[in-house]
Every structure is written in C-alpha cells, then in structure tokens.
C-alpha cells in the first residue's frame, strides 16, 4: 500500500507542481525518487508535527495540495488541534496520510499501534477518511484525494492485498466496493484487514457458507446506502476493522443503521473492546490475539449461525420481520 | 508588479480608536483580555497603518501582506483595526461577543473579511504563518507574512518547532511580533517560565531578534521596514493594559471586564489621550 501510495502520488506531482509532500521525517527511502525528481515539491519538516499540520494549512491557504506523511499516530493524535483548528475549520486542502494503521508496526509496541486514528479522525466534522484495503484502492484514494476539497484522511498499511477487482470495477469516495457476492453473511470491513474476510470468507463457504464481501474503504462518509441494503438482505452483519471499536467504523455503520431505523437481525464488530495493546507481535499475530483475524470471524460466524437456529430455526422472519424486506 | 495599495494613516490616532473600540466591545460582549489588546494597539495601528499593503475593497488581494493574530484572544483590537480600516463597517463592532455573532472573543476569520486565520488556541499561528511564507518564497511573491505573538504564548513548544523550521529556510519574508507585555494569565511570564534571555534565544535559534519599544511609533515603523536574509523576530517592549491607568501592569485585567465607573473612566483616560 505504502508503494502504491507513493507511485500514485508522484505521478500527480509530475502532473501538477501545486501538489506537494511534507514528511515529518519519516519514510525513509520511500520518498528518494520524488525528492530527486520534485525537489520544490518535497519538504521535510523535521519531527514536529504541529508544525506539520500548520505548515500545511498555510500551504493549502496559498492554493497547494498539500499531502502530508508520517506514520502510525504522529500525524493524527499529535497533532490533532492543529488538524482540527488549522486544516479543517479552514477547509482546507490538506491530506493526512499515516502509514502503518492498526498493527502494521506490531512489533514497536503500543506507541505504534494506530488503534484510535479511525474514531478519533471520523469525530472532525467534513474530514474524509479512508482506509483502503488493497493497493489499487490506495491508488485510487490518493488519486482522489488531491482533488477533493477539506481534509483528508488516508490510513495505509505497508502490504495490501491484491484487489481481486468489484463487481462493478470503480472506485469513488464514499461508495462501497462489492468484491464477493454471498448469501447468508455480510462481512463489512475497512482497511487492510479486508484480507481477513476473504480468508475467513473461503473457510466458512466449506462449511456451506456463504459470505458477501464488501470493502468500505471510506469510513467517512460512510455510504448508508449500501450499509443499509444489506441490513435489508442479510440476517448477519459483521464489521471489521483494525482498531479500538469505540467511535471507530463498527460504531459508524451501528450509528447508521439506529439513524435509520433498520438493522439487520445480528450484528457484530470485529475490533479491540476498550483496550490497548500492552503485547508486541506481527500484525497477523496480533490480529488473532485481539480477535479479528479470519479464525475470528469463522468462530463467530458459526457461532452466531447455531444460535439463530436453535434460537427461531425456520422462524426467524417471523420473530423479526425484516423493515421493507 | 506588486500592487502598492499602502496607506499612511496617523498611526496615533489609529492606536487611539482601536483602544476605545475595544474596550467599548469587551465591555458590550462582557468579554475579556482587554489588557492584551491594549498592549498590542500601538503596533497593530503602525502595521495597518503604515507597513502593510493590503485593499480593503479586495481582502483577497493575492499580493497582499498577510497578518496572523496568533495571541487569538485580543481579538477586539484586529477587529477594530480592520473596520477602522474599512474592510467592514465599524457598525459591526457592536456584535462582537453577542449571540449568534461571527465576531468572537477569538480571532475568527470566517465571515469576517481582512482575518486571514482564525486562532485561540495558542502556538498554532506561527506554523501556519511559515506555511504562508513558504508558500511565497515557492511561488517567488514579494508579499510578507507578519505574526503576533504573545509573550506568554512564547511557552508553546510548537512556537519553537516553527521558529527552527522558518531559520533553517530563510524565510526573510515571515516577521514576528512579540508583545511582550511579561504578563500571562496568572501571573508574570518570568514567574511562570522564565523566558529571559528572549532575544538571545531567537538569535540562536537563527532569527534576526530585535527588542523595540512597543509603544513607539516611529521605531516600531522603522524596525518593521527592515529587510533581511533572515526572518526577523520584533520584540516590543509593552504594557499590558497601556492606555488606562488602572489596568496598566496589572494581571487580572487578562480576564476582568470593564464595566460602570471603571468603564467610563477607562473611555475618559483614552479620549483623553489622543490630545497629549
């Protein structure tokens, strides 16, 4: 992802000189080819994140776009008055790009582990936030991102999965991508833990189940649409993501749902209950010791099936008759 | 070519007016840090008056300096200085810090035309004032970027984070203007942290730093023309609540309000003034 992130972003930078990248120096190595090629377009502010997120307000302000990068919660957490006073009240075009979401740099430990960026960045009225789950999402987001107007949001991770292309192929801001069709279950995720569902997805259809896959790599705004079809058309509903649950996407898509009026019969958030990481790990092992990874979702899949069962068998749609089914 | 709209204003009579704006507008809004504004008024006045280019028909004017208020909290006395200036009409003064006004205790500059930024939260302006000169400096624009700083505000490491990054670039077109009026909310900067030696610590950490009188028009004028190699950090020597007697030097006019006799007796003392 982070690759993807960089090519995309170059080609914009040898396209239009307005757009610029500032690093509070970090990225080692990952930003040779644009520093040598777009020098004027290429700052390296320091280790000073406030004054990262000030310089880029004051860049944005005199018409650049402005994407900015660090990693894990440095440019979110560090800094958030800034982002939320400087770039966002100003309405600027200012995006944030944190590498290493969720468990990417498991092994550094908690100071590392980007487990509230989602709630807390989604809480910043109009900021868009993205977190793709593969690279040619990331691709697509960063494309997009220099052109949409406001803050920007974009959690990366160092790998993403292959994207094994949508039902309707296309990427926009906002509109959840289909990757896998199903019936029985819909699991919902952001982010690079997206490939957690297909593992998880492979599994339970051996056991006859069948899981619709669906990438919702903008977490704001959140498309209640898609969110709210499925609600219609599944009994169980699960989110996933890589982070602490609280504000974060499971609570976007339950809030989405109670505004609305419709749930679906079950429906579960895959993430950290309330905690923070006090173990180091790689970001597969840590995904299983916090209960997210496709074992997970197969347990909790099945478990959830047996109850709907023994609980209302063939019954279930009498017990809570879907809202317009 | 760089559009000269520069005016020469009588800087004294400009200080004058935004002292009794402001304090007429602290005492209607039942607001406070009316001393801070009253220590800055002197070189909000020479600055609008006299320094900087800028079009009140065009606050958008691309050439056009930009100031940022980063001590956010006097805000009474841009306000004042921008409608005496005639970038709104000074009938809007009456709204400031009344319900439903755009006019707030903190600097604002939405809906407020000739604000750049809005700030209140200390330590953010400076930053975005490197972005501003930064920006300049990439598109070779001949404009400067001048921000307030309070001294207090000083504390704020994000300050020095902005103060390494501006030397390091050589942004000569970002002047700083510290009020240093040695007062912060409760009690005196050198009792809080201690600050001194301040402009030593701007001139190592690169900065043109020169200590001016902060009341004095004609040295903050001809300081605040200078050009560098550097950036340049003005440090001016001021009084908290300068201007009215019983709010000079004295730390709880930070938060009191004027009001009743205080408040007639302040209009008086700065009526009064403009005649010595």
Same mark, same amino acid.
């Given at each position: 992802?982070?690759?993807?992130f960089?090519?995309?972003?170059?080609?914009?930078?040898?396209?239009?000189?307005?757009?610029?990248?500032?690093?509070?120096?970090?990225?080692?190595?990952?930003?040779?080819?644009?520093?040598?090629?777009?020098?004027?377009?290429?700052?390296?502010?320091?280790?000073?994140?406030?004054?990262?997120?000030?310089?880029?307000?004051?860049?944005? !302000?005199s018409?650049y776009?402005?994407?900015? %990068?660090?990693?894990?919660?440095?440019?979110?957490?560090r800094?958030?008055?800034?982002?939320r006073?400087?770039?966002? %009240?100003?309405?600027?075009?200012v995006?944030?790009?944190?590498?290493?979401?969720?468990?990417?740099?498991? !092994?550094?430990g908690?100071?590392?582990h980007?487990t509230?960026?989602?709630?807390? !960045?989604?809480?910043l009225p109009k900021?868009?936030?993205?977190?793709?789950?593969?690279?040619?999402?990331?691709?697509?987001?960063?494309l997009?991102?220099?052109?949409?107007?406001?803050?920007? %949001?974009? =959690?990366?991770?160092?790998?993403?999965?292959k994207?094994?292309?949508?039902i309707?192929n296309?990427?926009?801001?906002?509109?959840?991508r289909?990757? =896998?069709?199903?019936?029985?279950?819909?699991?919902?995720?952001?982010g690079g833990?997206l490939?957690?569902?297909?593992?998880?997805?492979?599994?339970?259809l051996?056991?006859?189940?069948s899981?619709?896959?669906?990438?919702?790599h903008?977490?704001?705004?959140l498309?209640?649409?898609?969110?709210?079809a499925?609600?219609?058309?599944?009994d169980?509903?699960?989110?996933?993501?890589?982070?602490?649950?609280?504000g974060?996407?499971?609570?976007?898509?339950?809030?989405a749902?109670?505004?609305?009026?419709?749930?679906?019969?079950?429906?579960y958030?895959?993430?950290?209950?309330d905690?923070?990481?006090?173990?180091?790990g790689?970001?597969? %092992?840590?995904?299983?010791?916090?209960?997210?990874?496709?074992?997970a979702?197969?347990?909790?899949?099945m478990?959830? =099936? =047996?109850?709907v069962?023994l609980?209302?068998?063939s019954k279930l749609?009498?017990?809570?008759?879907k809202i317009?089914? | 070519?760089?559009?000269q709209?520069r005016?020469c204003?009588?800087?004294?009579?400009?200080? *004058?007016?935004?002292?009794?704006?402001?304090v007429k507008?602290?005492?209607? @809004? @039942?607001?406070?840090h009316i001393?801070?504004v009253?220590?800055?008024?002197?070189i909000?006045?020479?600055?609008?008056?006299?320094?900087?280019?800028?079009d009140?028909?065009n606050?958008?004017?691309?050439?056009?300096?930009?100031?940022i208020?980063?001590k956010?909290?006097a805000?009474a006395g841009?306000?004042?200085?921008?409608?005496?200036?005639?970038?709104?009409?000074?009938?809007?003064l009456?709204?400031?810090c009344?319900?439903?006004?755009?006019?707030?205790?903190?600097?604002?500059?939405?809906?407020?035309?000739?604000?750049?930024?809005?700030?209140?939260?200390?330590?953010?302006g400076?930053s975005v004032?490197v972005?501003l000169?930064?920006?300049?400096?990439?598109?070779?624009?001949?404009? *400067?970027i001048y921000v307030?700083?309070?001294d207090?505000?000083c504390?704020?490491?994000?300050?020095w984070?902005?103060?390494?990054?501006?030397?390091?670039?050589?942004?000569?077109?970002l002047?700083?203007?510290?009020d240093?009026?040695?007062?912060?909310?409760i009690?005196?900067?050198?009792?809080?942290?201690n600050?001194?030696?301040?402009?030593e610590?701007w *001139?190592?950490? @690169?900065?043109?730093?020169?200590?001016?009188? @902060?009341?004095?028009?004609?040295?903050?004028?001809?300081?605040?023309?200078?050009?560098g190699?550097?950036?340049?950090?003005?440090?001016?020597?001021?009084?908290?609540?300068?201007?009215?007697s019983?709010?000079?030097?004295?730390?709880?006019?930070?938060?009191r309000?004027p009001?009743g006799?205080?408040?007639?007796?302040?209009i *008086?003392?700065?009526?009064?003034?403009?005649?010595a």
């Open positions: 992802m982070r690759n993807a960089v090519r995309s972003l170059t080609e914009l930078a040898a396209a239009d000189s307005s757009v610029v990248l500032l690093t509070a120096d970090l990225g080692f190595g990952c930003f040779d080819d644009f520093e040598k090629r777009f020098p004027e377009q290429f700052i390296n502010v320091g280790i000073a994140e406030q004054n990262l997120i000030g310089i880029a307000s004051g860049l944005a !302000m018409g776009k402005v994407f900015v %990068y660090s990693i894990g919660n440095f440019p979110t957490l800094c958030l008055e800034q982002i006073n400087d770039a966002c %009240y100003h309405e600027l075009n995006n944030i790009v944190a590498s290493g979401g969720g468990f990417t740099y498991g !092994m550094l908690m100071s590392h980007a509230e960026d989602i709630a807390i !960045m989604r809480a900021v868009t936030v993205v977190a793709p789950g593969t690279d040619w999402e990331t691709r697509q987001a960063t997009a991102l220099a052109e949409l107007p406001g803050v920007g %949001y974009l =959690r990366i991770e160092k790998n993403g999965i994207d094994p292309g949508s309707n296309d990427f926009e801001i906002g509109k959840a289909v990757l =896998r069709d199903g019936k029985d279950v819909a699991l919902v995720s952001t833990i490939a957690e569902s297909f593992k998880a997805a492979d599994e339970l051996i056991h006859g189940i899981c619709k896959i669906i990438s919702m903008t977490v704001k705004p498309d209640c649409g898609a969110i709210i499925v609600a219609k058309n599944f169980i509903v699960m989110s996933i993501e890589e982070g602490n649950l609280s974060g996407f499971g609570s976007a898509i339950a809030e749902y109670l505004d609305a009026g419709i749930t679906p019969h079950f429906f958030r895959f993430g950290m209950r905690k923070y990481s006090s173990i180091v790689d970001q597969a %092992y840590l995904r299983n010791h916090y209960g997210m990874d496709a074992g979702i197969v347990d909790r899949v478990k959830t =099936r =047996r109850h069962q609980a209302f068998g749609d009498e017990q809570f008759p317009n089914g | 070519m760089r559009t709209t005016r204003m009588d800087t004294r009579d400009l200080a *004058r007016k935004i002292r009794i704006h402001s507008m602290v005492n209607w @809004g @039942g607001s406070s001393g801070s009253l220590s800055m008024a002197d909000l006045a020479v600055l609008y008056g006299n320094i900087l280019n800028f009140p028909s606050p958008e004017l691309p050439d056009r300096d930009r100031v208020l980063s956010g909290h805000g841009v306000y004042a200085v921008l409608a005496e200036c005639g970038f709104f009409p000074i009938e809007w009456k709204q400031h009344q319900n439903g006004s755009v006019l707030s205790g903190h600097v604002s500059s939405k809906g407020v035309p000739g604000v750049e930024l809005s700030t209140g939260s200390l330590g953010h400076l004032g972005g000169a930064l920006a300049a400096k990439m598109r070779k624009k001949e404009y *400067r307030l700083l309070g207090g505000e504390n704020e490491g994000s300050v984070e902005a103060v390494m990054f501006a030397a390091h670039h050589h942004l000569n077109n002047i700083v203007i510290v240093r009026n040695h007062l912060q909310s009690h005196s900067t050198e009792q809080t942290l600050m001194e030696p301040l402009k610590k *001139r190592v950490f @690169g900065w043109r730093s020169i200590p001016v009188d @902060g009341h004095d028009h004609a040295e903050l004028s001809s300081v605040l023309s200078q050009r190699s550097n950036p340049m950090c003005v440090i001016a020597a001021t009084t908290k609540g300068k201007g009215v019983f709010m000079e030097n004295q730390v709880d006019w930070h938060y309000t009001t006799d205080l408040f007639q007796q302040a *008086r003392e700065l009526e009064i003034s403009g005649d």
